[in-house]
């Protein structure tokens, strides 16, 4: 189960039961250059860890954002400065090549 902490802000709190905690692509997007986004960003992480959830940073688009959400103690990111979206088959393919490659 993962809880969307975009629901969090038009509600206040949120409180449930979650594993895992995906952060909305609308506070990371800008973290680089927003202090109130990654002062957000930032206590969620640190509110969902000391909850032990995972946390997943959405909207991740470039190396730079990715840097920044990493040391802020994010588990997972994903987004287009992660990998650009591909249709599932070619996915499937590399998965396979990767394993029979032994890089899984």
């Given at each position: 189960?993962?809880?969307?902490?975009?629901?969090?802000?038009?509600?206040?709190?949120?409180?449930?039961?979650?594993?895992?905690t995906?952060?909305?692509?609308?506070?990371?997007?800008?973290?680089?250059?927003?202090?109130?986004?990654?002062?957000f960003?930032?206590?969620?992480i640190?509110?969902?860890h000391?909850?032990?959830?995972?946390?997943?940073?959405?909207?991740?688009e470039?190396?730079?954002?990715?840097?920044?959400?990493?040391?802020?103690?994010?588990?997972f990111?994903q987004?287009?400065?992660?990998?650009?979206?591909?249709?599932?088959?070619?996915?499937?393919?590399?998965t396979?090549?990767?394993?029979?490659?032994?890089?899984?």
């Amino acid at each position: 189960m993962a809880e969307d902490w975009s629901g969090f802000a038009a509600s206040g709190v949120v409180v449930n039961k979650a594993q895992t905690t995906i952060i909305d692509g609308q506070f990371v997007r800008d973290i680089t250059t927003d202090p109130t986004d990654r002062i957000f960003v930032k206590s969620i992480i640190d509110i969902a860890h000391t909850m032990n959830m995972r946390i997943v940073s959405e909207f991740v688009e470039n190396h730079d954002v990715l840097e920044t959400v990493q040391s802020m103690g994010s588990d997972f990111a994903q987004g287009f400065g992660i990998h650009r979206p591909e249709p599932l088959e070619s996915m499937v393919s590399m998965t396979t090549a990767m394993r029979v490659a032994g890089l899984d």
